[in-house]
Protein backbone atom coordinates (compact mmCIF):
# COMPACT_ATOMS: atom_id res chain seq x y z
CA UNK A 1 0.00 0.00 0.00
CA UNK A 2 1.06 3.43 -0.76
CA UNK A 3 1.07 6.52 1.79
CA UNK A 4 -1.88 7.94 -0.84
CA UNK A 5 -4.35 4.78 -0.84
CA UNK A 6 -7.03 6.67 1.88
CA UNK A 7 -9.98 5.67 0.67
CA UNK A 8 -12.24 3.12 2.23
CA UNK A 9 -11.72 1.33 5.61
CA UNK A 10 -9.40 -1.21 6.62
CA UNK A 11 -8.10 -4.44 8.59
CA UNK A 12 -4.81 -4.78 9.66
CA UNK A 13 -4.27 -8.47 11.03
CA UNK A 14 -1.51 -9.35 13.93
CA UNK A 15 -0.47 -13.47 13.61
CA UNK A 16 2.54 -13.92 16.13
CA UNK A 17 4.52 -17.25 16.13
CA UNK A 18 6.38 -18.49 18.56
CA UNK A 19 9.30 -16.54 16.92
CA UNK A 20 7.72 -14.47 14.12
CA UNK A 21 5.18 -12.00 14.23
CA UNK A 22 3.55 -10.77 10.78
CA UNK A 23 1.03 -8.18 10.01
CA UNK A 24 -0.96 -8.01 6.94
CA UNK A 25 -3.37 -4.95 5.46
CA UNK A 26 -6.79 -6.07 4.07
CA UNK A 27 -9.77 -3.92 2.18
CA UNK A 28 -12.74 -4.15 4.60
CA UNK A 29 -14.56 -3.79 1.51
CA UNK A 30 -12.67 -6.31 -1.37
CA UNK A 31 -10.60 -8.47 1.66
CA UNK A 32 -7.81 -7.75 -0.85
CA UNK A 33 -4.68 -7.79 0.75
CA UNK A 34 -2.84 -4.55 0.35
CA UNK A 35 0.63 -4.80 2.27
CA UNK A 36 2.18 -6.74 4.77
CA UNK A 37 5.30 -7.46 6.63
CA UNK A 38 6.64 -9.89 9.26
CA UNK A 39 9.62 -10.29 11.69
CA UNK A 40 11.47 -13.63 11.22
CA UNK A 41 13.55 -15.72 13.57
CA UNK A 42 12.74 -13.48 16.98
CA UNK A 43 14.97 -13.45 19.48
CA UNK A 44 17.66 -15.38 17.04
CA UNK A 45 20.82 -13.90 15.19
CA UNK A 46 19.02 -14.48 12.20
CA UNK A 47 16.36 -12.35 12.88
CA UNK A 48 14.64 -10.29 9.88
CA UNK A 49 11.86 -8.22 8.86
CA UNK A 50 10.84 -9.40 5.54
CA UNK A 51 8.66 -6.33 3.71
CA UNK A 52 7.66 -5.97 -0.42
CA UNK A 53 11.28 -4.60 -0.57
CA UNK A 54 12.75 -7.77 0.62
CA UNK A 55 14.69 -8.82 3.54
CA UNK A 56 16.34 -6.64 5.85
CA UNK A 57 18.54 -8.36 8.69
CA UNK A 58 18.07 -6.74 12.59
CA UNK A 59 19.12 -7.40 15.47
CA UNK A 60 18.17 -10.35 18.09
CA UNK A 61 14.93 -8.72 19.84
CA UNK A 62 12.21 -10.08 21.93
CA UNK A 63 8.75 -9.94 21.10
CA UNK A 64 7.74 -6.43 22.68
CA UNK A 65 11.05 -5.02 20.58
CA UNK A 66 9.88 -6.97 17.38
CA UNK A 67 6.34 -4.90 17.85
CA UNK A 68 7.70 -1.62 17.95
CA UNK A 69 9.78 -2.44 14.48
CA UNK A 70 6.48 -3.89 12.75
CA UNK A 71 4.71 -0.66 14.39
CA UNK A 72 7.19 1.50 12.68
CA UNK A 73 6.33 0.20 9.48
CA UNK A 74 3.09 0.26 9.88
CA UNK A 75 2.82 3.94 10.91
CA UNK A 76 5.09 4.54 7.71
CA UNK A 77 3.67 2.67 4.90
CA UNK A 78 -0.29 3.07 6.10
CA UNK A 79 -0.39 6.11 8.04
CA UNK A 80 -3.08 7.51 5.82
CA UNK A 81 -5.14 4.49 5.91
CA UNK A 82 -8.19 4.61 8.13
CA UNK A 83 -8.01 0.79 10.01
CA UNK A 84 -11.43 -0.01 11.82
CA UNK A 85 -10.67 -3.23 12.59
CA UNK A 86 -7.94 -5.97 13.94
CA UNK A 87 -7.61 -8.99 13.83
CA UNK A 88 -5.70 -11.29 16.41
CA UNK A 89 -4.46 -14.57 16.26
CA UNK A 90 -4.91 -16.45 19.24
CA UNK A 91 -3.33 -20.26 19.18
CA UNK A 92 -5.30 -21.10 22.65
CA UNK A 93 -8.36 -20.23 24.08
CA UNK A 94 -8.49 -23.12 26.96
CA UNK A 95 -11.69 -25.04 26.86
CA UNK A 96 -14.05 -21.76 26.59
CA UNK A 97 -12.95 -19.84 23.82
CA UNK A 98 -12.58 -21.27 20.51
CA UNK A 99 -15.72 -19.16 18.73
CA UNK A 100 -13.91 -15.75 17.48
CA UNK A 101 -15.27 -12.46 19.41
CA UNK A 102 -14.94 -8.76 20.28
CA UNK A 103 -11.94 -8.35 22.46
CA UNK A 104 -12.84 -7.17 25.51
CA UNK A 105 -11.13 -6.50 29.19
CA UNK A 106 -12.97 -9.45 30.45
CA UNK A 107 -11.53 -11.81 27.69
CA UNK A 108 -8.19 -10.08 27.98
CA UNK A 109 -8.40 -11.11 32.00
CA UNK A 110 -9.85 -14.78 31.64
CA UNK A 111 -6.88 -15.53 28.51
CA UNK A 112 -4.76 -14.37 30.85
CA UNK A 113 -5.54 -17.03 33.67
CA UNK A 114 -5.10 -19.88 30.62
CA UNK A 115 -1.24 -19.51 29.93
CA UNK A 116 -0.80 -22.93 31.14
CA UNK A 117 -2.23 -24.38 28.38
CA UNK A 118 -0.04 -22.59 26.12
CA UNK A 119 2.93 -20.77 27.72
CA UNK A 120 5.10 -20.20 24.54
CA UNK A 121 2.38 -18.24 22.36
CA UNK A 122 -0.35 -17.24 24.58
CA UNK A 123 1.60 -14.44 26.78
CA UNK A 124 3.30 -12.99 23.91
CA UNK A 125 0.24 -12.86 21.88
CA UNK A 126 -1.86 -11.30 24.89
CA UNK A 127 0.94 -8.57 24.92
CA UNK A 128 0.31 -7.74 20.98
CA UNK A 129 -3.08 -7.36 21.40
CA UNK A 130 -2.14 -4.94 24.44
CA UNK A 131 0.31 -3.36 22.29
CA UNK A 132 -2.15 -2.35 19.56
CA UNK A 133 -5.28 -1.78 21.16
CA UNK A 134 -3.04 1.39 22.82
CA UNK A 135 -1.85 1.96 18.94
CA UNK A 136 -5.01 1.80 17.36
CA UNK A 137 -8.26 2.68 20.37
CA UNK A 138 -10.98 3.34 18.32
CA UNK A 139 -10.77 -0.06 15.33
CA UNK A 140 -12.61 -3.05 16.79
CA UNK A 141 -10.32 -5.50 17.94
CA UNK A 142 -11.23 -9.37 17.31
CA UNK A 143 -9.68 -12.38 18.54
CA UNK A 144 -9.87 -15.62 16.28
CA UNK A 145 -8.96 -18.57 17.63
CA UNK A 146 -6.78 -21.50 16.19
CA UNK A 147 -8.13 -24.02 18.03
CA UNK A 148 -11.45 -23.22 16.48
CA UNK A 149 -11.52 -25.33 13.46
CA UNK A 150 -11.17 -28.46 15.51
CA UNK A 151 -13.48 -27.62 18.24
CA UNK A 152 -16.35 -29.84 17.21
CA UNK A 153 -13.90 -33.29 16.84
CA UNK A 154 -15.90 -36.17 17.56
CA UNK A 155 -15.03 -37.56 21.11
CA UNK A 156 -13.19 -40.70 19.91
CA UNK A 157 -10.25 -38.40 18.82
CA UNK A 158 -11.23 -35.61 21.19
CA UNK A 159 -10.96 -37.22 24.28
CA UNK A 160 -7.47 -38.07 25.85
CA UNK A 161 -6.68 -42.10 27.36
CA UNK A 162 -6.64 -40.20 30.64
CA UNK A 163 -9.11 -39.71 34.30
CA UNK A 164 -12.60 -38.19 33.31
CA UNK A 165 -11.87 -35.98 36.56
CA UNK A 166 -9.01 -34.03 34.35
CA UNK A 167 -11.09 -34.11 30.72
CA UNK A 168 -13.68 -31.96 32.85
CA UNK A 169 -10.95 -29.72 33.52
CA UNK A 170 -10.23 -29.00 30.19
CA UNK A 171 -7.44 -31.29 29.45
CA UNK A 172 -8.30 -32.54 25.36
CA UNK A 173 -7.33 -32.82 22.22
CA UNK A 174 -7.90 -29.16 20.83
CA UNK A 175 -5.57 -29.38 18.04
CA UNK A 176 -3.70 -26.21 16.26
CA UNK A 177 -3.28 -24.34 12.73
CA UNK A 178 -6.55 -24.14 12.71
CA UNK A 179 -6.73 -20.80 10.66
CA UNK A 180 -4.58 -22.72 8.20
CA UNK A 181 -6.78 -25.62 7.56
CA UNK A 182 -9.60 -23.44 7.40
CA UNK A 183 -8.04 -21.56 4.67
CA UNK A 184 -7.20 -24.38 2.52
CA UNK A 185 -10.87 -25.74 3.00
CA UNK A 186 -11.68 -22.86 1.34
CA UNK A 187 -9.22 -22.72 -0.93
CA UNK A 188 -9.75 -26.24 -2.21
CA UNK A 189 -13.28 -25.81 -2.77
CA UNK A 190 -12.15 -22.85 -4.64
CA UNK A 191 -10.08 -24.35 -7.01
CA UNK A 192 -11.32 -28.09 -7.19
CA UNK A 193 -15.17 -27.55 -6.58
CA UNK A 194 -17.54 -28.54 -3.03
CA UNK A 195 -17.57 -32.24 -3.82
CA UNK A 196 -13.42 -32.54 -3.70
CA UNK A 197 -13.48 -30.20 -0.60
CA UNK A 198 -16.31 -32.07 1.39
CA UNK A 199 -14.52 -35.65 0.19
CA UNK A 200 -12.42 -37.28 2.13
CA UNK A 201 -8.72 -34.75 2.71
CA UNK A 202 -5.79 -35.27 4.29
CA UNK A 203 -4.02 -31.46 4.46
CA UNK A 204 -0.37 -31.37 5.88
CA UNK A 205 0.76 -28.24 7.27
CA UNK A 206 4.43 -28.57 7.27
CA UNK A 207 6.32 -25.21 8.70
CA UNK A 208 8.58 -24.84 11.48
CA UNK A 209 5.70 -25.93 13.43
CA UNK A 210 3.97 -28.99 11.46
CA UNK A 211 0.70 -30.79 11.74
CA UNK A 212 -2.03 -32.56 10.51
CA UNK A 213 -6.01 -32.88 9.73
CA UNK A 214 -8.26 -35.43 8.62
CA UNK A 215 -11.32 -33.71 7.05
CA UNK A 216 -14.67 -35.00 6.10
CA UNK A 217 -17.55 -32.86 4.65
CA UNK A 218 -15.08 -29.78 5.53
CA UNK A 219 -15.32 -30.93 9.14
CA UNK A 220 -11.96 -32.02 10.94
CA UNK A 221 -12.20 -35.60 12.50
CA UNK A 222 -8.82 -35.46 13.60
CA UNK A 223 -6.19 -34.29 14.05
CA UNK A 224 -1.93 -34.32 14.76
CA UNK A 225 -1.55 -31.80 17.77
CA UNK A 226 -3.31 -32.52 20.91
CA UNK A 227 -3.93 -30.34 24.02
CA UNK A 228 -0.31 -28.22 23.11
CA UNK A 229 1.26 -27.56 20.04
CA UNK A 230 4.45 -29.41 20.81
CA UNK A 231 2.27 -32.41 20.14
CA UNK A 232 1.60 -34.20 17.37
CA UNK A 233 4.90 -34.93 14.77
CA UNK A 234 8.49 -33.92 14.76
CA UNK A 235 8.83 -30.00 13.96
CA UNK A 236 12.06 -27.93 13.88
CA UNK A 237 12.59 -27.75 17.03
CA UNK A 238 9.41 -29.42 18.71
CA UNK A 239 9.45 -33.37 19.88
CA UNK A 240 6.00 -34.26 19.17
CA UNK A 241 4.53 -37.24 20.96
CA UNK A 242 6.90 -38.95 23.44
CA UNK A 243 6.61 -41.47 25.44
CA UNK A 244 5.24 -39.88 28.71
CA UNK A 245 7.13 -41.83 30.75
CA UNK A 246 10.69 -40.02 29.56
CA UNK A 247 9.14 -36.90 32.43
CA UNK A 248 10.18 -39.15 35.05
CA UNK A 249 13.45 -40.93 33.76
CA UNK A 250 14.88 -37.45 32.81
CA UNK A 251 13.76 -36.36 36.49
CA UNK A 252 15.48 -38.94 38.02
CA UNK A 253 18.68 -39.50 35.55
CA UNK A 254 19.04 -35.62 34.73
CA UNK A 255 17.62 -34.08 37.21
CA UNK A 256 14.76 -31.99 34.66
CA UNK A 257 12.38 -30.04 36.71
CA UNK A 258 9.34 -29.48 34.43
CA UNK A 259 10.95 -26.16 32.90
CA UNK A 260 13.69 -27.95 31.76
CA UNK A 261 11.67 -30.32 30.04
CA UNK A 262 9.40 -27.93 28.44
CA UNK A 263 12.67 -25.98 27.21
CA UNK A 264 13.59 -29.35 25.81
CA UNK A 265 10.84 -30.43 24.16
CA UNK A 266 9.71 -27.25 22.79
CA UNK A 267 13.06 -25.50 21.75
CA UNK A 268 15.92 -28.34 21.67
CA UNK A 269 14.25 -31.28 20.39
CA UNK A 270 12.31 -31.90 16.40
CA UNK A 271 15.05 -31.61 13.67
CA UNK A 272 17.76 -30.05 15.61
CA UNK A 273 17.56 -32.37 18.06
CA UNK A 274 18.26 -34.89 16.15
CA UNK A 275 20.57 -33.22 13.62
CA UNK A 276 22.48 -30.95 16.15
CA UNK A 277 23.37 -28.95 13.68
CA UNK A 278 20.47 -27.04 12.77
CA UNK A 279 16.55 -27.08 12.66
CA UNK A 280 16.08 -25.63 8.55
CA UNK A 281 14.98 -28.44 6.75
CA UNK A 282 16.85 -26.87 3.56
CA UNK A 283 20.01 -26.66 5.26
CA UNK A 284 19.47 -30.33 6.52
CA UNK A 285 18.46 -31.19 2.80
CA UNK A 286 21.72 -30.15 1.65
CA UNK A 287 23.66 -31.72 4.54
CA UNK A 288 22.35 -35.07 4.37
CA UNK A 289 24.61 -36.93 1.74
CA UNK A 290 27.71 -36.28 4.10
CA UNK A 291 26.10 -35.65 6.96
CA UNK A 292 23.94 -39.57 8.80
CA UNK A 293 22.60 -36.93 12.09
CA UNK A 294 21.49 -34.54 8.65
CA UNK A 295 20.17 -37.49 7.10
CA UNK A 296 18.12 -39.07 10.18
CA UNK A 297 16.53 -35.80 10.99
CA UNK A 298 15.06 -35.74 7.08
CA UNK A 299 14.10 -39.38 7.28
CA UNK A 300 12.24 -39.69 10.31
CA UNK A 301 10.21 -36.16 10.01
CA UNK A 302 9.46 -37.82 6.65
CA UNK A 303 8.67 -40.99 8.10
CA UNK A 304 6.35 -39.66 11.06
CA UNK A 305 4.25 -37.70 8.32
CA UNK A 306 3.90 -41.04 6.33
CA UNK A 307 2.87 -43.35 8.79
CA UNK A 308 0.21 -39.99 10.41
CA UNK A 309 -1.13 -40.20 6.34
CA UNK A 310 -1.53 -43.48 6.78
CA UNK A 311 -3.64 -43.56 9.86
CA UNK A 312 -5.79 -41.06 8.82
CA UNK A 313 -6.71 -42.35 5.75
CA UNK A 314 -8.15 -45.22 7.93
CA UNK A 315 -9.88 -42.88 10.41
CA UNK A 316 -11.46 -41.45 7.02
CA UNK A 317 -12.02 -44.77 5.52
CA UNK A 318 -10.24 -44.01 2.35
CA UNK A 319 -8.55 -41.02 0.89
CA UNK A 320 -9.77 -38.38 -2.00
CA UNK A 321 -7.19 -35.41 -1.80
CA UNK A 322 -4.01 -34.81 -0.23
CA UNK A 323 -2.83 -31.53 0.44
CA UNK A 324 0.57 -29.75 1.40
CA UNK A 325 1.00 -26.49 2.59
CA UNK A 326 2.88 -24.56 4.99
CA UNK A 327 7.06 -23.59 4.76
CA UNK A 328 8.14 -26.89 3.69
CA UNK A 329 4.78 -28.58 2.35
CA UNK A 330 4.80 -25.93 -0.17
CA UNK A 331 8.41 -25.44 -1.16
CA UNK A 332 10.27 -29.17 -0.62
CA UNK A 333 9.95 -31.04 -3.27
CA UNK A 334 11.97 -33.89 -1.64
CA UNK A 335 9.72 -33.45 1.54
CA UNK A 336 6.74 -34.18 -0.70
CA UNK A 337 8.64 -37.13 -2.53
CA UNK A 338 10.11 -38.92 0.38
CA UNK A 339 6.75 -38.48 1.66
CA UNK A 340 4.97 -40.22 -0.85
CA UNK A 341 6.88 -43.05 -1.31
CA UNK A 342 5.03 -46.27 -0.37
CA UNK A 343 2.20 -44.36 -0.71
CA UNK A 344 1.06 -45.85 -3.72
CA UNK A 345 -1.26 -48.63 -1.81
CA UNK A 346 -3.57 -45.56 -1.14
CA UNK A 347 -3.62 -44.40 -4.03
CA UNK A 348 -0.65 -41.81 -3.38
CA UNK A 349 1.37 -41.43 -6.78
CA UNK A 350 3.21 -37.61 -7.38
CA UNK A 351 3.94 -36.32 -11.07
CA UNK A 352 8.13 -35.86 -10.61
CA UNK A 353 8.18 -33.29 -13.06
CA UNK A 354 4.93 -31.13 -11.65
CA UNK A 355 6.21 -32.24 -8.21
CA UNK A 356 9.39 -30.60 -8.80
CA UNK A 357 8.18 -27.13 -9.72
CA UNK A 358 5.24 -26.92 -7.38
CA UNK A 359 2.48 -27.08 -9.32
CA UNK A 360 -0.57 -27.12 -7.99
CA UNK A 361 -1.58 -30.42 -8.90
CA UNK A 362 1.18 -32.90 -8.38
CA UNK A 363 -0.41 -36.31 -8.69
CA UNK A 364 0.37 -38.70 -11.30
CA UNK A 365 -2.60 -38.73 -14.32
CA UNK A 366 -4.65 -41.44 -13.13
CA UNK A 367 -3.99 -41.15 -9.38
CA UNK A 368 -6.95 -42.26 -7.50
CA UNK A 369 -6.19 -39.47 -4.95
CA UNK A 370 -5.14 -35.74 -5.95
CA UNK A 371 -2.22 -34.90 -4.44
CA UNK A 372 -2.28 -30.98 -4.44
CA UNK A 373 0.24 -27.68 -3.29
CA UNK A 374 -2.01 -24.88 -1.59
CA UNK A 375 -0.28 -21.50 -0.32
CA UNK A 376 -1.78 -20.77 2.72
CA UNK A 377 -2.46 -17.70 3.90
CA UNK A 378 -3.69 -17.00 7.98
CA UNK A 379 -4.18 -13.59 7.37
CA UNK A 380 -6.88 -14.13 4.94
CA UNK A 381 -8.73 -16.08 7.27
CA UNK A 382 -8.27 -13.96 9.86
CA UNK A 383 -9.74 -10.95 8.11
CA UNK A 384 -12.62 -12.49 6.93
CA UNK A 385 -13.53 -13.37 10.56
CA UNK A 386 -12.69 -9.87 11.76
CA UNK A 387 -14.48 -8.09 9.21
CA UNK A 388 -17.51 -11.01 9.21
CA UNK A 389 -17.90 -9.72 13.13
CA UNK A 390 -17.59 -6.12 12.74
CA UNK A 391 -20.52 -6.01 10.35
CA UNK A 392 -22.12 -8.25 13.01
CA UNK A 393 -21.41 -5.36 15.74
Given at each position: ????????????????????I??????????????????????????????????????A???A???????????????????????H???????????????????????????????????????????????????????????????????????????????????????????????????????????????????????????????????????????????????????????P?????????????????????????????????T??????????????????????????????????????????????????????????????E????L????D???????????S??????????????????????????????
Amino acid sequence: MNNNQSRGSYVLTVNAGSSSIKLSVFDSATTQKYAEASLESIGQPSASLVTAAGRSPVAALAHADAADILIAWLQTQCKDTDITAVGHRIVHGGPHYFKSQLVTSNLRRDLSKLTAFDPEHLPAELTLVSTFQKLLPNARHIACFDTAFHHDLPAKARLLPIPRKLSEKGIRRYGFHGLSYDYIVDELRRVEGTAAANGKVIIAHLGSGASLAAVHGGQAVDTTMSMTPASGIPMSTRAGDLDPGLALYLAKTEGYDAEQFNQMVHHESGLLGISETTSDMKKLLDLQDSDARAKDAVDIFCYQVQKQIGSFAAALGGLHTLVFTGGMGENAPKIRQHICENLAFLGITLDDARNQVSERLISANGSPVGVHVIHTDEAVTIAKETIRLTQEH
